[in-house]
């Protein structure tokens, strides 16, 4: 089963093929594959390293090296969307995501974030 933190819920959407290594982007190309095209398809959310962060060079022994930005973007989310850890199917779980998502709370969990100005996390979230 894919393992995402929370925050993940919402760079899974807004990912178009670049990170932080070869290996990382292998990774998260297969993951997000499933994600986005197989109906269903089920998450375990955790509120610590994930199945993206496994194969990330920023992770050691389970420490990302930002991790005090990483903490702030999933605890955020979680009280943002009220989630708790453990199964939901993704799909579902991101449309309920979006359809409450505004520009104004994407900007507040995303703030710090390198890839919020130059990704298509604002217009596949909030679709715009
Ligand atoms: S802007 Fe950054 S933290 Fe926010 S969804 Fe996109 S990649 Fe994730
Ligand atoms: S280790 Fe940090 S940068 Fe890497 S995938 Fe995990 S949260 Fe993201």
Same mark, same amino acid.
């Given at each position: 089963?894919?393992?995402?933190?929370? +925050?993940? !819920?919402?760079?899974?959407?807004?990912?178009?093929?670049?990170?932080?290594?070869? &290996?990382?982007?292998?990774? /998260?190309?297969? #993951? #997000? +594959?499933? !994600?986005?095209?197989?109906?269903?398809?089920?998450?375990?959310?955790?509120?610590?390293?994930?199945? !993206?962060?496994?194969?990330?060079?920023?992770?050691?022994?389970?420490?990302?090296?930002?991790?005090?930005?990483?903490?702030?973007?999933?605890?955020?989310? #979680?009280?943002?969307?009220?989630?708790?850890?453990?199964? &939901?199917?993704?799909?579902?779980?991101?449309?309920?995501?979006?359809?409450? /998502?505004?520009?104004? /709370? !994407?900007?507040?969990?995303?703030?710090?974030?390198?890839?919020?100005? #130059?990704?298509?996390?604002?217009?596949?979230?909030?679709?715009?």
């Amino acid at each position: 089963m894919i393992w995402l933190r929370p +925050h993940y !819920l919402l760079c899974t959407q807004g990912y178009s093929g670049k990170g932080y290594s070869t &290996y990382f982007v292998d990774n /998260m190309n297969a #993951v #997000v +594959h499933r !994600l986005r095209h197989v109906p269903g398809e089920k998450i375990r959310l955790t509120f610590g390293p994930d199945s !993206l962060c496994a194969c990330c060079p920023h992770n050691t022994d389970g420490l990302c090296d930002t991790q005090d930005k990483v903490s702030r973007f999933d605890r955020k989310t #979680v009280e943002y969307f009220g989630l708790h850890e453990g199964e &939901y199917v993704y799909q579902d779980l991101i449309r309920a995501i979006d359809a409450q /998502m505004t520009p104004a /709370m !994407l900007e507040d969990i995303c703030r710090g974030c390198a890839w919020y100005p #130059v990704s298509a996390c604002k217009k596949n979230i909030c679709g715009k």
